[in-house]
């Protein structure tokens, strides 16, 4: 068994063992920074743009939308939400709470898709291949 099978595993037993221990609102972060004096949470994707109608943007399951305003209403800890495009191979990003606050749209797959004239792209120095 690979390392990243064995990782994937022990992640889904520890939320198992989570939820017994009475923990009802777990989500698992991409990662957490901390730039200057404040935490963030964020949120990553890299895949292609949804395409109209209504509009091209990118978006996140609906459920990790809810959770992670929760969580910033609960704590005050913001979610950046980082895209590494597929489409234009360009990485975008915008705070999940001033995407709230815009133009969204919500696909039948539960998918919370924000316009891209509402994320903002990265400068080229900041753009990587993986």
Known sequence: ?????????????????????GCVNIF????LIKPDDKWFVVEVKRKERFSPP???????????VKQRMAFYRDTGVRCLFLVFDLTDGKTYWQWLDVLEQGDYFDTRNNVRVYPMDNLIALSNKYNVVA
């Not at 209504?54 to 990790?64: N, S, Y």
């Open 54 to 64: 209504p509009f091209w943007g990118h978006g996140l399951d609906i459920r990790q």
């Open 1 to 21: 068994m690979s390392i990243t099978k064995i990782g994937l595993e022990g992640e889904k037993m520890a939320r198992l063992v989570l939820k017994k221990m």
């Open 28 to 31: 698992q972060a991409d990662w």
